[in-house]
């Protein structure tokens, strides 16, 4: 970040538009409509500081990130906290992380791991639980918004293709799995999708981690790597104490 140019308040509406959707097997996903009272602001910031993303080479997103700045943190872990801890099960907050981020990649570059959907880890513990959040910081719906998966295989499958994704050649995963190459938009012989999230600009949606889920890209062709223009997302993570009872 630049120290010339301070990131702006996140500033979260005191009266925010609330419902849920059922994303499968019990678990709920918030969606809060008019989230921030100043999302135009935060677009010109990330803007302003695009020089700042930067991509990892074996990273699930499937494009660069930029972290949110520290001080940004503490409001959008209270808003989870007032609104999405009771939803998916948790207590305190342990640890709790967010970035900025811009899904850029043609489906012809995407890594095997990044051809279907999953979870939210962050190596929970015992007892932990891991709560996540998407903020929709662009207006043309037509980016894609976020999609929920329950597996239709035991749990030793599921793992088993993880690890094949990270281990063979594009080609010969494709093969094995019957998985096409691109971006996941419906269900396949591995997963169902169960629900779905259009986007809208300044929509925040919060959720579990462990459920299965993938951004919602039907039109790969209008990602683009310009903030204004592009899928632009906020992303958080929070590690939690889970709720006994």
Not at 15 to 44: N, S, T, Y
Not at 124 to 145: E, N, R, T
Request: with cysteine; net charge positive.
């Amino acid at each position: 970040m630049h120290a010339s140019a301070p990131a702006p308040l996140l500033r979260f509406n005191p009266r925010p538009r609330v419902d849920q959707v059922d994303i499968g097997d019990g678990h709920r996903c918030l969606v809060v409509d008019d989230a921030l009272l100043e999302p135009e602001a935060w677009v010109d910031h990330v803007a302003a500081h695009s020089d700042s993303f930067s991509e990892r080479p074996n990273n699930g997103f499937p494009g660069p990130e930029m972290h949110l700045p520290e001080q940004a943190l503490g409001p959008l872990d209270d808003f989870f906290a007032l609104h999405a801890r009771r939803v998916i099960g948790a207590r305190r907050t342990l640890r709790r992380y967010a970035r900025f981020s811009l899904a850029t990649r043609a489906p012809g570059a995407l890594s095997p791991w990044q051809w279907f959907c999953h979870t939210d880890r962050l190596e929970d513990g015992p007892g932990q639980v891991v709560g996540a959040s998407v903020l929709y910081l662009f207006k043309d719906p037509a980016l894609g918004g976020t999609g929920f998966y329950r597996p239709t295989r035991p749990a030793a499958y599921i793992s088993a293709l993880v690890k094949s994704a990270a281990a063979l050649p594009p080609e010969e995963f494709a093969e094995r799995s019957g998985i096409a190459r691109g971006y996941m938009a419906d269900s396949n012989d591995w997963f169902e999708r169960v629900a779905g999230v259009p986007a809208q600009f300044n929509r925040l949606i919060l959720y579990p981690g462990h459920v299965f889920h993938s951004g919602d890209i039907r039109a790969p062709e209008k990602l683009s790597a310009d903030p204004r223009r592009g899928r632009l997302t906020l992303n958080g993570f929070f590690v939690c104490r889970r709720r006994l009872g």
